[in-house]
């Protein structure tokens, strides 16, 4: 997680050993002596993080706290004093200090705490859109896992080359999102995105559905329709759980993709379409193939570009990113001001193992909104099995 810290104390050597540390842990870090250095740095630029002293040859360190909570941005401070002075550690909590570490300093417990301080920049950074992602409809949070980041540099390289995109991943892991995530980042996005929920369509009538028929090719069919193959011509047509798609129509589908044409139903003229396939499925295809109910040459056929989405679980580091997205989608949804989330709450969020994947987390987002009066989420408003599955995991 990157995030930028500025250090804040008069003693050299513990100014050295902190920043190289926090470097070595690959955040970006400055550093100052004196109240009037870290003042002047901040000026150029807030860090994210402040790591604060509090005997400074200039002040009291505290002062920059309040200084400093009252800016735009405010950066997550930790207080370090040598002195187990408790009331001045509530104090400064409660001048909205991030945390509070004593002297002498065991770097592990500063990582951690740092750690948490930077998950909830990230999660502000998206509430407040600081971070400019991909706008437009239904954005498409890529979060910093390195699963996510080759997943989305092979999408969008079959984006430019237009070539069949087969999408996998367990339900909720967004792979409807990342269709339409292709879709935009591709030179099809002024063309067509047809997305067709193939469980919802009888099986008796995909043919028709995709190819179209002619005027009284079966009863019923009192005019020429056109398919979804033939709308989508130029554009992108997505099949939704192709796992539902009956077995000769696979062949018929597999044959329009090999030809980039087909005949509508009850039709002779052959019709020559430019589209590209993309197709998701939350089902094993490969076991399905073992059971006899997908077409191999289909599923070769489909996966040119395989796109695997990893579960929520095997992301968690994304959850601070994925959190502030959706506080800010519901904000505006629901036109209300929600400008926090509290850091153990989002430590919750993190803990908890998330079956339905980064929908459960949306649907969690959103009822915490509702049961919220104040302008920031906390652990209360969460449900209470999240809570107790994520003390378990804790
Ligand atoms: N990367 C992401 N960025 C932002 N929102 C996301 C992302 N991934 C998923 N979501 C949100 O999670 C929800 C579920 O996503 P989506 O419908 O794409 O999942 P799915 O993989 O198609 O699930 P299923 O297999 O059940 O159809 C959506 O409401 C979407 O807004
Ligand atoms: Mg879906």
């Keep these: 997680m990157s995030a930028t810290v500025l250090v804040v104390d008069d003693e050299e050597t513990a100014r050295m050993v902190v920043s190289d540390f926090l470097r070595g842990k690959g955040y970006e870090v400055q550093s100052a002596g004196t109240l009037a250095d870290a003042r002047a740095q901040i000026n150029l630029g807030t860090p994210d993080i402040i790591i604060l002293d509090v005997r400074l040859p200039d002040g009291h360190g505290p002062n920059l706290l309040v200084e400093t909570q009252r800016l735009t941005i405010r950066p997550q401070v930790i207080i370090i004093t040598a002195h187990g002075d408790i009331s001045m550690a509530v104090d400064a909590m409660r001048a909205g200090a ?3 570490i004593e002297k002498p300093l065991d770097l592990l417990h500063l990582e951690e705490s740092v750690r948490r301080a930077a998950e909830v920049v990230a999660m502000r950074r998206e509430l407040n859109h600081l971070r400019s992602t991909q706008s437009g409809s239904g954005e498409f949070i890529i979060g910093n896992t390195k699963a996510m980041r080759d997943v989305v540099n092979l999408a969008e390289r079959a984006a430019s080359l237009s070539v069949s995109v087969l999408i996998t991943g367990p339900t909720g892991t ?136 990893p579960s929520l679980a095997e992301r968690a580091e994304d959850i601070p990113d994925l959190v502030g997205y959706l506080v800010r989608k519901f904000n505006r949804s629901m036109g209300l001001n ?57």
């Design 338 to 394: 929600i400008t926090d989330v509290s850091p153990a709450a989002l430590e919750v969020l993190k803990k908890y193992s998330w079956p339905g994947n980064i929908r459960e987390l949306s649907n969690t987002i959103e009822r915490a909104i509702m049961f919220c009066d104040d302008p920031m989420i906390d652990v209360m408003h969460l449900p209470s099995d999240i809570i107790s599955q994520a003390e378990t995991n804790a």
């Design 98 to 100: 991030h945390d509070f």
């Design 174 to 309: 967004g792979k409807e999102v990342l269709a339409n995530f292709i879709h935009r980042s591709g030179p099809r996005a002024s063309k067509p995105f047809i997305d067709i929920n193939c469980p919802a369509i009888q099986s008796t009538m995909f043919e028709s559905e995709l190819f179209g028929h002619e005027a009284g090719a079966f009863t019923g069919a009192v005019k020429r329709h056109n398919g979804l193959m033939e709308i989508a011509d130029g554009g992108i047509l997505f099949l939704d759980e192709i796992s539902s798609m009956p077995m000769d129509m696979q062949a018929k589908f597999l044959r329009a993709i090999e030809e980039r044409s087909f005949r509508r139903v009850g039709g002779s003229a052959l019709i020559k379409v430019d589209v590209q396939i993309i197709a998701a499925s939350n089902r094993n295809l490969k076991e399905m193939i073992a059971a006899g109910q997908f077409r191999e040459d289909l599923y070769y056929r489909l996966k040119v570009v395989d796109l695997s989405l």
